[in-house]
């Protein structure tokens, strides 16, 4: 009783003392954002209009949506591990267009975004969200802007070097709830994001949606790891034409493509004007199946995308390449004749069939693929040690 009277004395002499002045008032949270729970961790959520540190020697519950506000920041230090309240979809980090995040790990101390679960599994939360103004092909161009799946943020623009930030050795674990039938949270969602965002070693590990999906941009990626996605590894679409360097894929016994890649979105439109589609560099890139005689594809290409693959090391799969389209508004085998979808030194490992063609467009292996047979894909025992998982 002697306690709350004195906290009940301190805040009327707190508010009397700045009630008639000029200064900012203090917002004091008892609860919820910035709060603690019974653990002692510090809970995040909601949205933040100032920047957000979250340090290194503390402990961090994600217990709702958090938001990043245009002009703040989030800076997460080395070695922070954030536990999200295992609440599937609605549980998420979200950096919205104008803001970034700092979140600089090492690989003997990398930055974990995880399940809070005591037996954590797929789909517990949802996943890291990055929006930013690089170009798009759902919407018309300029400044135009579309809506994530996810948070209904916006996203895109004009500007192909946005920064929205570092993020360097960060592992997501236990992402991909789902939300309804059509939208599902990745573990990394990059919205528009551009070139001059770094992202450098990062993983997605267990996830129930797709491990990294690129809606548009032109953001480069480095070292990535993604390890049992339940749904398409890597996934681009909606006019994607940054580069992927040096990336490892392992698939789970629940799984769909190594590769799942799209020229636009089929369910928006390609909207560009003038139109252009999907065309990421993909270099040293290793995909490891569950064997020949399992009902499955590595890289799925549709839609009308482009792309140049090179030092690619594809092993256990039904399917190498399926490339998916037509000769009209999914032209995907034109840009095999084009040389604007071309992959070189692959090596092809326990593959049934090496180049799938449902595209209305003739056209032989040779056109699209040259192998070889002292191709490495990338180099993951070097690069992958210490911080990721298996």
């Known amino acids: 009783m002697k306690k709350q009277f004195l906290i009940l004395s301190l805040i009327t002499l707190f508010f009397a003392s700045c009630g008639s002045d000029d200064t900012q008032d203090i917002v004091i949270n008892i609860d919820g954002s910035g709060g603690n729970n019974n653990n002692g961790a510090q809970r995040i959520s909601g949205t933040y209009t100032t920047d957000l540190t979250l340090q290194a020697n503390k402990e961090y519950l994600l217990n709702g949506s958090l938001i990043m506000a245009a002009g703040t ?38 930055i974990v975004f995880t399940s809070n679960a005591s037996t954590p599994k797929a789909g517990d939360w949802g996943g890291l969200i990055i929006l930013g103004k690089a170009p798009i092909n759902s919407v018309s161009g300029g400044t135009a802007t579309s809506t994530s799946e996810i948070a209904s943020l916006p996203y895109g623009g004009n500007i192909a070097n946005d920064n ?18 059509q939208s599902e949270n990745n573990g990394f969602s990059f919205y528009g994001v551009g070139n001059g965002t770094t992202v450098e070693y990062i993983q997605m590990f267990e996830g129930k949606d797709d491990g990294i999906e690129f809606f548009g941009g032109t953001v480069n990626v480095s070292y990535v790891s993604v390890v049992n996605a339940q749904d398409d590894s890597i996934d681009w679409t909606e006019g994607y034409t940054g580069t992927i360097k040096d990336a490892y894929v392992k698939h789970g016994a629940d799984h769909d493509k190594g590769i799942e890649a799209d020229g636009y979105n089929t369910d928006i439109g390609n909207n560009s004007n003038p139109i252009f589609f999907s065309k990421p560099t993909v270099t040293n890139l290793t995909i490891i199946g569950l064997g020949s005689n399992s009902d499955n594809e590595a890289v799925r290409l549709r839609a009308g995308t482009q792309g140049i693959f090179d030092n690619i090391l594809i092993k256990g799969f039904k399917e190498g390449f399926d490339i998916d389209g037509n000769n009209t508004a999914n032209p995907t085998a034109t840009g095999v004749l084009s040389d604007d979808l071309q992959a070189t030194n692959v090596k092809l490992d326990d593959v049934t069939t090496k180049v799938k063609k449902e595209s209305g467009v003739s056209y032989t292996d040779a056109d699209f693929l040259t192998e070889n047979a002292n191709a490495t894909g990338t180099e993951y025992a070097t690069w992958g040690a210490n911080w990721t998982r298996q």
């Open 164 to 181: 929205s930030g570092t993020l360097k050795y960060v592992r997501v674990e236990y992402s991909g709830g789902s939300a309804d039938g």
């Open 73 to 110: 920041t989030l800076t997460i230090q080395q070695g922070v591990t954030v536990k999200a309240l295992a609440a599937g979809s609605d549980v998420y980090i979200a950096i919205s267009q104008g803001a970034k995040i700092d979140a600089q790990g090492t690989s003997s101390s990398p």
